[in-house]
């Protein structure tokens, strides 16, 4: 006899007493075998279900290039959508995630890539173009080199791209990504001026372009990012003033700039972060004195402005921070709100 999805738990006590019980127990037992069924049908439908044909031809052609073996916990007699794949658990590393829901539920599609750590080399292939439905892309800690392709600008539906911690270089040319809410590219070798045209992602809430070798002027295109909760650009290399532009990203919770050559004073505008609560300007070469506006930021838990050139008295506007916990005069480990899976 096959065993059900779920256990019910025995009635004890008298018949009496236990009467409104087990009303309750025999509805409970109904839901959650409607449940069981429901989770089967799923389940039976994923395994009937295939891969769009058209990624499979470029899943197989990137893994190829790669020198990757697709699992057998997921890629099931050559089909890649299937076993660990379209459950409902975490991704794996290696791994893929599939959605199944397309066409009644007869065709799949890739969402999800996780390669992380596993010293791959090379660049990223073209054909990634071909998986439109993809969401999330996770390549961090390995040795790729040369330039993000400009074929990424294709994917419509992607939210995640972490390419951390390679060998990236050249220009980041990423602007007409209209999902994109993570974007994290630090620990590459990028050298050339961050582009206008990221400006455009308008639906960027988390990132991080830190530890790379930027040339020129931070681009105030930044300050186009107002679902942004996130924004590290330290140890990157920026000189000149900071735009005034990033007053304008109201939901805002950490920004840090530090380990830079950034001159001048800071934009008042920063008072208008009425979120922020982490700030990280360490390591600059900001002089003259700290703006009044600054007292605006009533959230602010950490604030760190050492090894900069400011002159005068702090204002008594800084005393309005009555949620600073830590003030550094070294440069902090700050806590990251950036995280992948």
């Known amino acids: 006899m096959r065993r059900s999805c779920y256990s019910i738990p025995p009635v004890h ?202 040339s020129g002027w931070l681009p105030p295109q930044l300050g186009e990012f107002v679902k942004s909760a996130a924004i590290d650009i330290s140890h990157t290399n920026f000189a000149n003033w900071l735009p005034p532009e990033l007053g304008k990203l109201s939901s805002l919770q950490q920004l840090d700039i530090s380990s830079n050559n950034f001159i001048g004073t800071l934009p008042p505008q920063l008072g208008n972060l009425e979120s922020l609560q982490q700030l990280n300007i360490s390591y600059n070469n900001v002089n003259d004195s700290l703006p009044l506006e600054l007292g605006n930021l009533a959230s602010l838990r950490l604030l760190a402005i050492s090894a900069n050139n400011f002159s005068g008295l702090l204002p008594p506007e800084l005393g309005n921070f009555t949620s600073l916990q830590e003030l550094f005069q070294v440069q902090p480990v700050a806590p990251k709100l950036l995280t992948t899976q």
């Open 13 to 214: 006590g008298t018949m009496k007493r236990s009467l409104p019980i087990s009303l309750s127990h025999i509805l409970l037992a109904f839901c959650l075998h409607l449940l069981c069924f429901v989770d089967r049908c799923k389940a039976q439908a994923a395994s009937n279900a295939t891969t769009d044909p058209s990624e499979v031809r470029a899943f197989n052609a990137i893994f190829q290039q790669w020198n990757l073996s697709a699992s057998d916990e997921w890629n099931i007699s050559g089909e890649p959508c299937n076993g660990i794949a379209v459950d409902s658990s975490t991704i794996s590393n290696p791994g893929i995630k599939c959605n199944c829901s397309s066409n009644g539920g007869s065709t799949c599609h890739i969402t999800q890539i996780k390669l992380q750590g596993l010293q791959l080399r090379g660049v990223i292939p073209e054909e990634l173009q071909n998986l439109t439905f993809l969401t999330d892309l996770v390549l961090r800690s390995n040795n790729f080199s040369g330039l993000l392709p400009s074929e990424l600008r294709l994917l419509p539906s992607l939210q995640q791209l972490d390419v951390s911690s390679n060998n990236f270089f050249g220009s980041v040319q990423l602007g007409n990504l209209p999902s994109l809410q993570q974007l994290n590219i630090t620990h590459n070798s990028y050298a050339a001026e961050l582009p206008p045209e990221l400006g455009n992602l308008l639906s960027l809430q988390q990132l991080d372009i830190s530890h790379n070798n930027y």
